[in-house]
Nanobody, 129 residues
């Protein structure tokens, strides 16, 4: 019912900044939470940040990005952003936009991966000199 498309990934130097965008379409009014996840080769997927969609002001950040990344949204444009600052090589990963929960499923909170059940295709972020 909801489709997500990420964009904005690319190559950036350590210490640099990058902004990712997630364009949502479909039944966006049904979405409770939107989030960003990442997965590096050989590693498990981890939550980067989350934000409430149908309400205002609540955000969540993973420990590894706290103070460096900022999640924001524009409901009128059905878009979620991830501003990444002070990037490190260990931030290199495929970044995924996610939404949830779907109708009839449980909301576990912004910080729980179980909340999210709709995913974008991912966008590659590479931090290297």
């Amino acid at each position: 019912q909801v489709q997500l498309v990420e964009s904005g990934g690319g190559l950036v130097q350590p210490g640099g900044s990058l902004r990712l965008s997630c364009a949502a379409s479909g039944r966006t009014f049904s979405v409770v939470a939107m989030g960003w996840f990442r997965q590096a080769p050989g590693q498990e997927r981890e939550i980067v940040a989350g934000i409430t969609w149908r309400s205002s002001g609540t955000t969540y950040y993973g420990d590894s990005v706290k103070g460096r990344f900022t999640i924001s949204k524009d409901n009128a444009k059905d878009t979620v952003f991830l501003e990444m600052n002070s990037l490190k090589p260990e931030d290199t990963a495929v970044y995924y936009c996610a939404a949830g929960p779907s109708s009839g499923r449980t909301y576990y909170g912004l910080g729980s991966q179980r909340t999210y059940d709709t995913w974008g295709q991912g966008t590659q972020v590479t931090v290297s000199a």
